[in-house]
Every structure is written in structure tokens, then in C-alpha cells.
């Protein structure tokens, strides 16, 4: 999970946000894969916003999560910094957060548009997800996106792999995270696990 910046909304999205009342949802059904496909590009790297899984804008592969569930937060339906995109797993990510959150969840929970997860959040060479400092909202949020999914820690686990081959040891950050082209967060994380034991 890494922090997300949100830009201006696009106009398409911004017109029917003005409108009042707040309109149902469906009536984003014809704007759904640009909105989708602007988020993802301009705003999280083709990332999923809670695994940093690689997707697309395909209905296939990802949706539009409103952060604070629209069935318990009307209010911001069509508020831009409520959205975030998201994959489709069932057993990880958003899905799996709508099926449990409570409204009191939503307090604990770490909101990537708002705050920065790595001031929750750490990484092991394991490929698990660990709260940063015993941080209980930390630990919350690992639950209720079940970030520690057995697929999830073993594409960590591949990735960490990756990273302790040579050949990657002489590349900028931003290079290897270009090569292997997802989970940046842990890349970094782990990056910098691998200087410090060289310097020890």
C-alpha cells in the first residue's frame, strides 16, 4: 500500500458530481472505464490502490472502490477523494473490505489518499505485511484487506527473490521498479533492507 495523490477530477466526472440530489451510482456506468483508466494512469501507476498488484482498466480486472462504502456513506458517493481504484479479488483488497468493514472500522483503517500506509506499515523478507511500531491501525488494515493473503505474500516472496540477483544492485530505484512493474512499496522497503545489511 503506498500513498495515493489525487489530482482534480475530470470534467466528465466533476458535472455529474454537481448534481442535486446526489444521483445513484449507475449513472456513472457510461463513464466508468475512462474514469477508471484516468485513475490508474494518472494517479496510481496502473497499481491496485490497497495490493499494488498491476491492472487494468478492464471491468475484468479492477473497479472503482468508494473508500468509505456507499451504502454507509451516501453523502460521498461522488466525492473524488473517496475513489480509488482497485482489483477484483474477492480474497484480498477491496471486495474483502466491504464484506467486513463497520462503520467504526473506517477510523482504524489507513486511507492511502489522506495519509502515508508506510507510517503504519512495514515490510519483511518473508513477502508479509507487518504493522509499523505495533500501530493498531496498521494491524487493522492488514485484516480488513487481508494483505497478508497467502497469493499476495508469495509475490512478495518472488519479488524479494528478484531483488537479491547482482543484476539489480546497480540499478536506480526507479529502474528496477520499472522492470518489475508492480508492488513498488516493497521493492523500496526491501531495497533498502539490502543496503543496510551490505553497510553492516
Not at 503506498?2 to 451510482?25: Q, S, T, V
Not at 494518472?42 to 499494488?52: D, K, P, V, W
Not at 519483511?124 to 492488514?142: D, L, M, N, Q
Request: aromatic share 8%; with cysteine.
Amino acid at each position: 500500500m503506498r500513498k495515493i495523490n489525487k489530482g482534480e477530477p475530470p470534467e466528465y466526472f466533476a458535472a455529474l458530481a454537481a448534481i442535486d440530489p446526489i444521483p445513484d451510482w449507475g449513472v456513472t456506468r457510461d463513464i466508468s472505464y475512462m474514469l477508471r483508466s484516468h485513475m490508474l494512469k494518472e494517479e496510481q501507476g496502473g497499481l491496485c490502490a490497497y495490493t499494488e498488484m498491476r491492472i487494468s482498466a478492464h471491468a475484468s480486472s479492477s473497479h472503482i472502490d468508494h473508500f468509505r462504502k456507499r451504502s454507509l456513506f451516501r453523502e460521498l458517493t461522488f466525492d473524488y477523494n473517496n475513489l480509488v481504484v482497485s482489483c477484483n479479488s474477492e480474497f484480498f483488497s477491496a471486495k474483502y473490505k466491504d464484506k467486513r468493514c463497520r462503520p467504526a472500522d473506517y477510523d482504524l483503517l489507513i486511507n492511502p489518499v489522506t495519509e502515508n500506509p508506510r507510517d503504519h506499515l512495514q515490510y519483511t523478507f518473508t513477502g508479509k505485511v507487518i504493522p509499523r511500531a505495533h500501530s493498531e491501525r496498521g494491524a487493522r488494515t492488514i485484516e480488513l484487506l487481508n494483505l497478508n493473503h497467502p497469493a499476495l505474500v508469495e509475490r512478495r516472496k518472488h519479488i524479494a527473490l528478484l531483488l537479491s540477483n547482482p543484476r539489480y544492485s546497480n540499478l536506480h530505484d526507479q529502474q528496477v521498479i520499472r522492470l518489475i512493474g508492480e508492488m513498488d512499496s516493497f521493492i523500496l522497503a526491501m531495497r533498502r533492507k539490502f543496503r543496510a545489511r551490505i553497510k553492516l
